[in-house]
C-alpha cells in the first residue's frame, strides 16, 4: 500500500486470520488454492493483476488510443485508488485521460471524472498546484456537460474550494463554497446532508479568518441539518457537537463548549 501500512492477512474466503497466500493484486490474502479459487470468480472483477493482464491483451487487439482500453484504464484507476496505491492510479488515470482526449476531444464526457480524480490524488500527495489545476479543468469539463445548477458542478466547486483554501485564497474559497451551497440547497432543499457539508466548509473558512462566532452560527446550522436527518442519536451528530465545541473553545467560551463536548459524550455512550 502507498503508506507503507502492513495488510491484515485475513482470507479473502473464510475469514481465518495470518492466511499466508497472497493474490499477484496484493489487495487480498487466502489460506491456500483451495479458499483462493473458491473466491476467484467474484475476486477477478477486482484483481488487479488479472485486469492489467487483460488490459495488455485488450492493447494487442485494439491499439492503444481505443476507448475500451481507457475505459479499462479508469478502473484500474479507481480499483488502485481505493487499495491506496496512489502512483499506480495516477498512472492509469492519465493514460485514460490521454485516451478519452485523443479520442472524443477537449469536450469528452469522460475526462471530468479522471479530472478530480487526479486532482484528489494530488491534494491526498500534497500536490495542492496540481491538484488545483487539474480540478479546475474537471469543474469546466462539468459546467460544459451539465450547466451550473448540476450535482457534479457542486461537489466540484467545494473540491476547488478546498484546494484554494489550503494555499491561502481564503476569499476565493468562500466564494466557490457558497456557489456550491447555492446549488445544493437548490436542488435538494437546506436539510440535507451534503448541504450540511457546504455549510461546514464555508465554517472551515470563517474560522481560518478568524471569525470564531460566524463560524460557530454556522455550524450550529449543520448540527441542526444532522440532527433532523439522522435523528439525535447518531455518529454525525456527535462530530458536529465535537465540532462546535471546539469552536467554542477557541473563543474562549468554555460552558458552551462543555455542553457539547458533554452531550456528544453523552450520545456515544448510548450508541
Same mark, same amino acid.
Given at each position: 500500500?502507498?503508506?507503507? &501500512? ?23 490474502? #487466502?489460506? @491456500? ?14 484483481? *488487479?493483476?488479472?485486469?492489467? $493482464? ?6 494487442? $487487439? ?6 475500451? %482500453? ?9 480499483? #488502485?485508488?481505493?487499495?491506496? $496505491? ?7 488515470? =492519465? ?18 471524472? !479522471?479530472?478530480? @480524480? ?9 500536490? !495542492? ?32 474550494? %478546498? ?23 437548490? &436542488? #435538494? ?11 461546514? @466548509?464555508?465554517? *472551515? !473558512?470563517?474560522? *481560518? ?9 454556522? =455550524?450550529?446550522?449543520? &448540527? ?12 454525525? !451528530? ?20 462543555? *455542553? ?12
Amino acid at each position: 500500500m502507498e503508506a507503507g &501500512l502492513e495488510k491484515p492477512k485475513i482470507c479473502g474466503t473464510c475469514g481465518a486470520v495470518e492466511a499466508p497466500l497472497k493474490c499477484p493484486c496484493k489487495a487480498v490474502f #487466502y489460506c @491456500n488454492a483451495e479458499c483462493q479459487g473458491a473466491s476467484w470468480r467474484e475476486h477477478r472483477k477486482v484483481c *488487479t493483476w488479472d485486469l492489467e $493482464r487483460k488490459l495488455e491483451r485488450e492493447r494487442g $487487439r485494439v491499439g492503444e488510443d481505443d476507448l475500451a %482500453i481507457g475505459e479499462a484504464c479508469l478502473k484500474l484507476g479507481n480499483l #488502485y485508488c481505493q487499495q491506496d $496505491r496512489l502512483s499506480e492510479a495516477e498512472e492509469k488515470y =492519465l493514460e485514460a485521460l490521454r485516451i478519452f482526449v485523443a479520442v472524443q476531444g477537449e469536450r469528452s464526457e469522460n475526462a471530468p471524472c !479522471v479530472q478530480m @480524480n487526479l486532482g484528489l490524488i494530488y491534494d491526498n500527495q500534497g500536490r !495542492v498546484d496540481d491538484a488545483l489545476r487539474m480540478k479546475k479543468r474537471g469543474l469546466r469539463g462539468y459546467r460544459r456537460m451539465y450547466g451550473d445548477g448540476h450535482l457534479k458542478v457542486a461537489m466540484a466547486l467545494s473540491n476547488v474550494g %478546498i484546494c484554494l483554501g489550503k494555499k491561502g485564497q481564503l476569499e476565493r474559497a468562500m466564494a466557490k463554497f457558497e456557489k456550491a451551497h447555492a446549488i445544493l440547497a437548490g &436542488l #435538494y432543499g437546506e436539510d440535507h446532508e451534503s448541504v450540511a457539508g457546504a455549510l461546514g @466548509n464555508m465554517a *472551515t !473558512v470563517l474560522q *481560518t479568518q478568524g471569525k470564531g462566532a460566524e463560524a460557530a452560527a454556522m =455550524l450550529e446550522k449543520v &448540527l441542526d441539518i444532522k440532527r433532523r436527518t439522522h435523528g439525535s442519536d447518531h455518529d454525525h !451528530v456527535v462530530t458536529s457537537l465535537l465540532n462546535l465545541g471546539r469552536a467554542y473553545g477557541k473563543q474562549g467560551m468554555l460552558e458552551d463548549a462543555l *455542553t457539547r463536548l458533554e452531550e456528544g459524550l453523552g450520545i456515544v455512550r448510548r450508541i
